[in-house]
């Protein structure tokens, strides 16, 4: 019977340097790889979370922002970018066209502090001559805010102006005099202006000025 | 410098090509997603080619997130597959509005009323296919004693939502809004 010697791996007439040298190329190659994997696991989730994150809360790309207030610049538009397509379908709201009228969202008073049910709050808005508009309060998810006193919003035909036509509007858990939107228990609050365009109309500079005059949000106290 | 030197710039450009790569392919899969549009929560609960008024928007009642009870609405879902549609709707006052959405959320039409003049609008909205066909300015409706339709007011659309908005303009009024919001109408042979 014919012996078959095998021959070790590593013959122990391998110089100790070269075993060594070996061994480091093996643990060098296993480091590279397992960087290689790691900086495409990251990459992913950099690349799935940016996407998430331009298409809910948006960015530059699709946004423009008039002190607190947001505005998607192309939303209901057929040249809309992705991003505001995306946001458009994946959220469930059903925007007016930015064409035809100028939806406005506000995550934060006008000093960039998070709107909380926990704070109250003043929103002070010019003289909107002419143009039909609402201002609508919710959760952070786009839910009402259940109240007793059944107020979810003021429009230009339900709020109680000053004499010169401007409207001041507070936010607050307890009631106070005047337009008042309760927000108790809701937690992080999302503000919703809606200005629709004149029937005929508005050019780019009329936007442009209407934008400029949106209604800053006053943090008054926190509880 | 060491640390420059050590840095391996090519796992940095390994990560910069699968990270725009994901992002832009995230973002066009999610374009595509129309499962939570607003078309499709409420198809689920309207029926076709008829125009609803919805009870009034509330905490307990609110089809959609950021729909604010600042208005009555009407919806029509329309399909054409089988039949042009034809919209029909009276805008009397500033804040009325009839908007007609694709399914991915696209405004396709909208209108507003002025304060000085009530508009009537009445349009029809024809399968989309229908638009490259070289059709002439007015269309009849095959079998139909319908006048036919100016194909100026028309709109090529397979599906998707009509919608009417009666601002809310305080309890005084609703009746009289709600009577006005019911004459919209939306259907084959309205």
């Known amino acids: 019977m014919a012996s078959v010697e095998l021959e ?7 110089p100790p340097s070269s075993r060594g040298r070996l061994l480091r190329e093996i643990f060098g190659s296993l480091i590279r790889m397992l960087s290689l994997l790691l900086t495409i696991a990251l990459a992913v989730t950099v690349g799935v979370w940016s996407s998430r994150y331009m298409i809910s809360r948006g960015s530059p790309l699709s946004t423009d922002m008039y002190g607190p207030w947001q505005h998607w610049r192309d939303v209901g538009r057929d040249s809309a970018d992705p991003y505001t ?3 458009v379908s994946t959220t469930g709201k059903l925007r007016i066209s930015s064409a035809s009228a100028g939806i406005f969202e506000a995550r934060t008073d006008s000093q960039g502090a998070r709107l ?3 704070c109250n709050y003043v929103v002070e808005g010019a003289n909107m001559r002419g143009l039909w508009w609402s201002l609508a309060v919710f959760d952070s998810r786009g839910k009402l805010i259940s109240n007793d006193a059944d107020r979810y919003e003021f429009t230009a035909d339900t709020i109680a102006p000053n004499p010169n036509g401007s409207f001041v509007v507070t936010l607050g858990r307890d009631a106070r005099p005047g337009n008042w939107l309760p927000t108790g228990g809701a937690g992080r609050l999302v503000l919703v202006l809606t200005v629709l365009d004149p029937a005929t109309g508005l050019s780019s500079e009329e936007r442009a000025e209407r934008n400029k005059h949106l209604p800053i949000i006053k943090r008054e106290g926190c509880s | 410098m060491k640390l420059l030197q050590r840095f391996d710039f090519r796992l940095l450009a390994i990560f910069l090509l699968v990270a725009g790569i994901v992002h832009i392919g995230a973002t066009f899969l999610t374009v595509n997603d129309t499962r939570a549009s607003a078309y499709a929560r409420l198809a689920h609960s309207l029926p076709q080619n008829t125009m609803v008024i919805t009870d009034p928007i509330a905490p307990n ?3 959609l ?6 208005a009555r609405f009407a919806f029509c879902l329309f399909d054409t597959t089988d039949t042009p549609i034809r919209v029909r709707a009276l805008l009397p006052d500033l804040g009325w509005t009839i908007g007609i959405y694709a399914p991915d959320g696209q405004n396709l039409y909208f209108a507003a009323a002025s304060a000085e003049r009530e508009t009537t609008i009445d349009l029809s909205i024809v399968p989309a296919d229908d638009r490259f066909l070289g059709l002439p300015q007015a ?3 095959p079998g ?5 339709i100016d194909h100026q007011n028309s709109i090529a659309a397979q599906k998707g939502l009509v919608v009417v908005r009666a601002p809310d303009k305080g309890e005084p009024y609703r009746g009289d809004e709600k009577a006005v919001l019911a004459k919209a109408s939306c259907g084959s042979g309205s």
Do not use: E, G, N
């Open chain 2, 65 to 70: 997130p950021f729909l604010a009870p600042d």
């Open chain 2, 61 to 63: 009642h609110q089809p």
């Open chain 1, 8 to 14: 070790p791996a590593l013959s122990p007439a391998t």
């Open chain 2, 144 to 148: 139909s004693t319908l006048p036919p």
């Open chain 2, 139 to 141: 269309v009849a409706l």
């Open chain 1, 116 to 118: 909380h049910s926990s």
């Open chain 1, 85 to 87: 397509k995306a946001h």
